[in-house]
């Protein structure tokens, strides 16, 4: 398998952008869903779990500046047999998901009132802690944490976390899964087996 596109299939590179991608989303769920409903707060195992999510935001927010630019430097394969509203539909789908993995890290960060202690190696100052917020919110806007904090929460934990992402991703794997096993297409398989 090439380690860039080609006309067939994605290359092993966005393969792995692509997949790691999938299971720190899966991770970042299941770490905060450990937290709120499977342990007592301020417990260590619930620290932890806390900082998990963290470390694995972080991470993401890593992975999609890499993917963002191999995207925009390598050609993508071409499109599988559809209608243009489909293929247009798909596009944008991929946009949305975009969007959420730019997003949700960013507002994780600017939200959070601790340090990440990044996967207990070293420690990331909150952004409560940084001169950037200290110069553009504090003197800039005139603004405490709490009040500044108030709709970047709402974004992150109502809007995107609680529905939008699952919704997107739900809608995503559905989308593939049809492509495979009702139109019996090689839209998955470019982004698996398909060498
Ligand atoms: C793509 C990456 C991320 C995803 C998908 C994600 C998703 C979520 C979800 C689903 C929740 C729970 C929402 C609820 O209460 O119903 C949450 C809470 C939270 N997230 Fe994220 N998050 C991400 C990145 C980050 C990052 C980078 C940080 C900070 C560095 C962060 C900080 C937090 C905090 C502090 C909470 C509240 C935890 C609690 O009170 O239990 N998140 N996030
Ligand atoms: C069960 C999980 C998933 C499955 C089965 C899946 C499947 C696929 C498939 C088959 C493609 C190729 C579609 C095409 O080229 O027309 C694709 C592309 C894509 N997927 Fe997923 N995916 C999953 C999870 C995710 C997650 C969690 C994200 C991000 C939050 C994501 C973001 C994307 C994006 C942005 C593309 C466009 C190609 C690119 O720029 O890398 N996927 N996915």
């Known amino acids: ?3 860039t596109n080609t006309r067939d299939n994605y290359g092993r590179v966005a393969r792995w952008l692509h997949w790691s991608t999938a299971a720190l989303f899966l991770a970042a769920y299941c770490s905060v869903y450990f937290r709120q409903w499977f342990s007592e707060k301020q417990t260590p195992e619930n620290l932890t779990a806390l900082q998990l999510h963290l470390s694995v935001g972080v991470t993401i927010a890593v992975i999609v500046v890499l993917r963002v630019l191999w995207r925009l430097n390598t050609p993508q394969p071409a499109d599988e047999p559809g209608t243009p509203l489909a293929h247009r539909a798909a596009h944008l789908g991929h946009m949305a998901l975009y969007a959420v993995m730019i997003v949700a890290p960013i507002t994780g960060y600017l939200g959070t009132g601790v340090d990440t202690d990044f996967f207990f190696l070293f420690d990331i100052p909150k952004f409560e802690s940084t001169a950037l917020f200290q110069t553009v919110v504090a003197d800039g806007m ?3 944490f709490k009040t500044f904090e108030k709709p970047i ?3 992150h934990k109502d809007v995107l976390g609680a529905w939008l992402i699952w919704l997107l ?5 559905a989308a593939a899964l049809y ?3 009702v139109r019996r ?3 998955l ?6 060498g």
């Open 1 to 3: 398998m090439s380690l």
């Open 142 to 144: 005139g603004l405490d």
């Open 153 to 155: 929460d709402f974004i």
């Open 169 to 173: 991703i739900a809608g995503h794997a």
């Open 179 to 181: 492509h495979h096993f």
């Open 185 to 187: 297409d090689r839209t």
């Open 189 to 194: 398989l470019k982004m698996t087996s398909g």
